[in-house]
C-alpha cells in the first residue's frame, strides 16, 4: 500500500484551491500546516517543460501547452524545494496534442525514475492511457475519476488497468439507493489491490471517509483537527529562490 498513517492527508493543489494555488509557498505551507503529501497539478508546455497549473488556459486566455510557461513554477523546483519525507501526488493533465503525440508522459517518466528514490510520489490521472505510459517507472499510480463518476465503475476500472489507487470526488462516494455502501466499496478496492483516495471533502464530512487510505482536502487544519491530529512542530520560515 502507498500510505502509512491513514488516512493521510494531502494538500489540494498545496494549502488549498484558489489565488496562490500550485506555487512553492502553498506547497511548503501545506506541510507545515500538517499535510504528509501535497497534490500538485502537472501539464507540459510547447518546448517540453512540466510546470504546476491547474487549468488548461492563463488568466489571460493562452493555453499552457502554448507556451513556455513563464511564470509557473516548473516541476523541477517543486521537488528541490519540498522536504523529502513530503510525499507527493501528481496530477498530471494531458492535452489535446496528445492525441496525435503522445509525449507527456516520456517527457514525465525519467524526472519521476530519479525522484522516486528521493520521497513518497505517486502519479493521478483522469488520463488512462497516460498512467499505463508509466507503469514503467515504478511510482504508484492511480485513476482519478470525475465528480459523480460511478464509485464501482472506478474502482473496477482502476482494478482492471493494474493501478495501484482510485481517487474518487467526494460526490462519487455519497449513499444511493443504486450504489453500495462506501465502506464496502472500499474493502473490495483493497481486496483488488487498491488504495482508496477521496478528494474534497469537507471539514465536517473527514468522518464519513475514515476508511479512506488518503483524503486530498482544501482545508488542511480543518482535516487534521477533525481526526484528532497536530500539525507539525512548529519550523524555521522557509526561503524559496
Not at 198 to 226: K, M, Q, T
Request: proline share 8%; with cysteine.
Amino acid at each position: 500500500m502507498i500510505f502509512n498513517a491513514k488516512p493521510a492527508i494531502i494538500g489540494h493543489r498545496g494549502c488549498g484551491s484558489g489565488p496562490g494555488e500550485n506555487t512553492l509557498e502553498s506547497l511548503l505551507g501545506a506541510a507545515d500546516l500538517g499535510a504528509t503529501w501535497v497534490e500538485l497539478d502537472v501539464q507540459r508546455t510547447a518546448d517540453d517543460r512540466l510546470v504546476l497549473h491547474h487549468d488548461p488556459a492563463l488568466p489571460d486566455g493562452t493555453f499552457v501547452a502554448d507556451g513556455r510557461g513563464d511564470g509557473l513554477v516548473r516541476l523541477e523546483a517543486a521537488f528541490e524545494a519540498l522536504p523529502p519525507e513530503i510525499g507527493v501526488d501528481l496530477d498530471v493533465k494531458t492535452i489535446l496534442e496528445d492525441a496525435l503525440d503522445p509525449r507527456t508522459a516520456p517527457v514525465l517518466a525519467p524526472l519521476l525514475r530519479a525522484e522516486a528514490a528521493r520521497r513518497p510520489l505517486m502519479v493521478t490521472s483522469f488520463d488512462p492511457a497516460l498512467l499505463l505510459q508509466l507503469k514503467d517507472t515504478g511510482v504508484h499510480l492511480g485513476l482519478l475519476t470525475w465528480l459523480g463518476f460511478p464509485i464501482g465503475h472506478a474502482i473496477a476500472a482502476a482494478a482492471g488497468l493494474g493501478l495501484d489507487a482510485v481517487a474518487l470526488h467526494t460526490g462519487s462516494c455519497a449513499p444511493t439507493p443504486r450504489q453500495r455502501p462506501f465502506a464496502q466499496c472500499v474493502q473490495t478496492a483493497h481486496a483488488a489491490g487498491l488504495d482508496v483516495m477521496v478528494w474534497c471533502p469537507r471539514r465536517e464530512d473527514v468522518e464519513s471517509f475514515l476508511g479512506a487510505d488518503a483524503l486530498v482536502v482544501d482545508d488542511i487544519p480543518g482535516a487534521v483537527a477533525a481526526l484528532g491530529r497536530r500539525p507539525l512542530p512548529e519550523q524555521e520560515p522557509r526561503v524559496t529562490t
